[in-house]
């Protein structure tokens, strides 16, 4: 049966995004396990409790329009995910595979923001005041956390940049070239000898009285 009114296209909308907060929620401990930062380790298993919250709260909007609630595969966030556990796979450093971890929490974080943006004000025109407010819950947590995430950013990227820079210069230094000594400086004195240039040298020298 094909959708035919606003009504419909904003269940389809909250089908998709719980979903994508069920897949976020078996996500989440993976980002937090794999991160080193233990900062970002923690806002992710903040944000997970959150996303379960957030997932309780869609299911109240749907029992409210006396439905059940059913996920619609949701697979811009399985998209997103996906990316994130290529990212793992790399032999990354510790800092620099945190900066990528942060990219890819912040592209979940967008995809959300927009979404739950379209979903509540389907809800203000559908006139369904507690499914706007619920959802403007959920969108508001969506925004402090990709701040969060923001934040750490700006501290491990740097971290990320340093480690790059030190590589870089290391590979830009020209190797060391041997110092002039030892044997070398022996064969001098032995060739000086044979050449006669020291007894040259000693005949040159003023005779002190």
């Not at 369904?128 to 969108?139: C, P, T, Y």
Request: hydrophobic letters at 35%; aromatic letters at 4%.
């Amino acid at each position: 049966m094909k959708s035919a009114s606003l009504r419909d296209l904003f269940v389809i909308e909250l089908s998709d995004l719980y979903d994508a907060e069920n897949q976020l929620i078996k996500a989440l401990p993976k980002l937090a396990k794999a991160s080193a930062s233990e900062s970002l380790r923690g806002a992710f298993e903040e944000h997970l409790e959150k996303t379960k919250e957030h997932a309780t709260r869609l299911e109240r909007i749907f029992a409210d329009m006396d439905m059940l609630a059913k996920p619609e595969k949701c697979k811009g966030m399985q998209g997103i995910i996906s990316e994130g556990n290529d990212l793992l796979k790399k032999r990354l450093s510790p800092d620099v595979q945190d900066a990528g971890i942060i990219a890819g929490a912040q592209r979940a974080e967008h995809y959300e923001i927009a979404s739950y943006g379209c979903a509540r004000t389907y809800a203000e025109l559908l006139q369904n005041r507690q499914a706007v407010d619920l959802l403007e819950q959920i969108l508001q947590e969506e925004k402090d956390a990709d701040e969060k995430l923001t934040e750490l950013a700006q501290q491990i990227n740097v971290e990320a940049q340093g480690l790059e820079g030190e590589e870089t210069e290391r590979r830009r230094k020209p190797p060391r070239e041997p110092r002039a000594g030892g044997k070398r400086s022996a064969r001098r004195v032995r060739s000086n000898f044979r050449t006669g240039n020291f007894r040259k040298n000693r005949a040159a020298r003023p005779e002190i009285d």
